[in-house]
């Protein structure tokens, strides 16, 4: 919540996040979620796979886009190996 407080009218910020942040159900998940997306704040979501941190977490990671944008974009990268550089 501090970096949609702290955030310029046109700017931009990004977030890495746990996974679980998307499936957690407290009232502070549930209040920020409600508050980037009904804001129009959530530009984007990208889903790293686990362990792309470690040896500082082991976990999998999304990392959460804020701008003044619609609709969220959301792009899975947990099997971007597969992936080829552009030529």
Excluded: N
């Excluded at 996040?17 to 159900?25: G, I, R, V």
């Excluded at 407290?26 to 508050?35: D, E, P, S």
């Excluded at 984007?44 to 470690?54: N, T, W």
């Excluded at 082991?58 to 969220?72: E, N």
């Amino acid at each position: 919540a501090w970096v949609l407080l702290c955030l310029a009218r046109d700017g931009r910020a990004a977030v890495l996040a746990p996974e679980s942040f998307l499936f957690e159900t407290t009232q502070g998940h549930l209040r920020l979620r409600r508050q980037m997306t009904e804001d129009g704040r959530l530009h984007g979501i990208v889903r790293l796979a686990a362990g792309v941190y470690k040896p500082r977490s082991g976990a999998a990671v999304l990392v959460l886009g804020a701008a003044d944008a619609a609709p969220v974009w959301f792009c899975d990268a947990v099997d971007a190996r597969d992936l080829q550089p552009a030529a």
